[in-house]
């Protein structure tokens, strides 16, 4: 790997960075961006890392520190995918997750359809009041007898009036044969969505049945690991003990008990040098 950082350059399977001001989580995310991160001190320093992109196991062990977080079974696991291994599960998964992928995402927005027609329907009305008013005038023209010429205006309008109202009619028949193509996309998309959340839940049952295959097959070698930590405090793999050292065991357990081409970034004061924690986990190291 190699790290540059502000004119200085460091290269090698193992690098010492304890003596210098950079920090372990700017130089993980330079790892894991597979680039340069800037830092957001003040000094803006930055770092470049050019090493191999992370596999699998370094999202959970990448960075080795007191008070880790470690999510021990699927740690393990992972370190069990980092060497290739499967679980018979797999395929099943696969399938699941075709299925799941296949399935239409898209949504339905009846809110315009919905808005169309109500304004339709309150121009009906208007449009109404406005032929009964038209044909009031009429009658009462029709009434005294004559063929006046406003008369004729009159039932002109009256007559346009009734057309506009049946236009609007139509329209409103198209409004609500939309809305209501649109409530049944949102139906079908309805179902569409339970189908996806029932496999969604069998994809997560299947992925916790090939994990616990995982760990079961890397469990033994775990414990015997455990034992040959540099440091470590013993512990059973189902001792849930609260001391920030069990994390750090672990995680360093599974570091050598996995296959890691990326660097390992530790603050855990293991290690005599970073090049006895490379040789002891069999991967790149970063001390800090």
């Not at 880790?68 to 399938?95: F, H, I, V, Y």
């Not at 296949?102 to 109404?128: F, N, W």
């Not at 049944?184 to 299947?206: F, G, P, T």
Request: glycine residues 4%; charged residues 30%; proline residues 3%.
């Amino acid at each position: 790997m190699r790290i540059e950082s502000n004119g200085r350059v460091w290269c090698g399977r193992a690098i010492d960075l304890s003596n210098t001001s950079l920090v372990a989580e700017q130089i993980v995310q330079a790892i894991r961006d597979e680039g340069k991160r800037e830092s957001k001190r003040e000094d803006r320093i930055e770092v470049t890392v050019e090493c191999a992109r992370p596999g699998v196991l370094h999202e959970h062990v990448g960075w080795i520190t007191a008070g880790m977080n470690l999510r021990l079974r699927t740690a393990l696991a992972a370190a069990a995918r980092s060497r290739g291994w499967s679980a018979p599960q797999d395929d099943e998964q696969e399938r699941i997750l075709k299925q799941i992928s296949a399935l239409p995402t898209a949504t339905v927005d009846t809110i315009p359809a919905r808005k169309r027609l109500a304004a339709t329907q309150d121009e009906i009305e208007q449009q109404r009041e406005y032929v009964a008013r038209l044909h009031g005038q009429v009658e009462a023209l029709r009434e005294t007898g004559t063929e006046s010429e406003p008369a004729q205006e009159a039932l002109a309008a009256l007559e346009r009036a009734i057309r506009e109202l049946s236009e609007l009619e139509t329209e409103r028949a198209a409004a609500e044969h939309a809305l209501e193509q649109k409530r049944e996309r949102q139906r079908r998309l309805n179902d569409i969505r339970d189908e996806r959340l029932a496999l969604e839940d069998r994809a997560a049952n299947v992925a916790r049945a090939a994990r616990e295959h995982l760990v079961v097959q890397l469990e033994d070698e775990f414990e015997r690991t455990i034992e040959t930590v540099p440091g470590a405090i013993r512990f059973g793999f189902n001792d849930h003990d609260d001391d920030d050292d069990n994390p750090v065991t672990a995680a360093l357990a599974m570091a050598q008990l996995g296959v890691l081409e990326a660097p390992v970034v530790l603050e855990c004061e293991r290690f005599v040098s970073a090049q006895a924690a490379a040789e002891w986990m069999d991967a790149p190291a970063i001390l800090l």
